[in-house]
């Protein structure tokens, strides 16, 4: 018998007796009805601290690879998340570097303009 099934069943009779309410974990935001990915630009410019104009554009674009499917999210977010983990204090550049070759083996320019 396997111990997290139950316990999530349990947690989750526990929780409607309780009263509480169940939330999607991709729950789609109200004022753009595009879900996480609505978030995706947020957290990547804050996170890796982007500044300069090319650098919100390279985010930018990034993030339309995501939407349009191009580039898969969890390859953005895996990037990401080494990027902001190498601890260094300023993680834009290592981010692009990786994210530029990860795309080229997809077949992904992001340097190429699409879409307004």
């Known amino acids: 018998m396997r111990v997290r099934p139950v316990l999530a069943l349990a947690c989750l009779i526990v929780g409607s007796a309780a009263g509480w309410t ?15 990915r609505a978030g995706l630009e947020d957290r990547l410019t804050s996170g890796l601290r982007v500044k ?3 650098e919100v554009k390279f985010v930018q674009n990034v993030v339309r ?17 080494w990027a902001v983990r190498r601890g260094k ?5 290592a981010f692009e570097h990786v994210m530029r070759l990860k795309a080229e083996k997809l077949g992904v320019d992001l340097d190429a303009l699409s879409g307004p």
């Open 22 to 36: 169940v939330v999607p974990l991709r729950a789609e935001s109200p004022e753009t009805g595009r879900g996480d």
């Open 52 to 54: 300069a104009p090319r």
């Open 65 to 81: 690879n995501v939407r349009e499917g191009r580039l898969p999210e969890h390859l953005v977010d895996a990037t990401y998340l």
């Open 89 to 93: 204090k300023y993680p834009f550049p």
